[in-house]
C-alpha cells in the first residue's frame, strides 16, 4: 500500500507563501503523474496542478503563474510552491498520485488557510 504524506500548510496572510510538500512510500518514477487538489468547504474537489513522468505540468487558470510543482526524486516528494496567495486560495490540499495501473493514491490532506 502506498502512503503520501502531506505537510507545510498553515495560516498565512493574502500576499504571502507556502510550501506544500507531499513524501511518498514508492518512488515517484513509479507513478505516471502527481498532482495536487483542493477542496474548499461546500466545493467539490479540484485540480491545482499537475506533473506527469515525462516532466510536463499543467495548473489550474486560478493560480497559474503563483503556484509550482516539483519533484525531489532522491526524497521521493512533491512541492507545491505558493506564491502572491489569496483567500480564494483558502481549502484543503490533496496529494495524489496516479499509478501506472489502478486506482489512484491521495495522502489526508493538509489546511491552507489565507486571511485577509
Known amino acids: 500500500q502506498v502512503q503520501l504524506v502531506e505537510s507545510g500548510g498553515g495560516l498565512v496572510q493574502a500576499g504571502g507563501s507556502l510550501r506544500l510538500s507531499c513524501a511518498t512510500s514508492r518512488s515517484i518514477f513509479s507513478f505516471n503523474a502527481m498532482a495536487w487538489y483542493r477542496q474548499a468547504p461546500g466545493q467539490q474537489r479540484e485540480l491545482v496542478a499537475r506533473?506527469?513522468?515525462?516532466?510536463?505540468?499543467t495548473y489550474a487558470d486560478s493560480v497559474k503563474g503563483r503556484f509550482t510543482i516539483s519533484r525531489d526524486y532522491a526524497q521521493n516528494t512533491v512541492y507545491l510552491q505558493m506564491n502572491s496567495l489569496k483567500p480564494e486560495d483558502t481549502a484543503v490540499y490533496y496529494c495524489n498520485a496516479e499509478p501506472q495501473t489502478g486506482p489512484d493514491y491521495w495522502g489526508q490532506g493538509t489546511q491552507v488557510t489565507v486571511s485577509s
Open positions: 506533473s506527469t513522468s515525462r516532466m510536463s505540468a
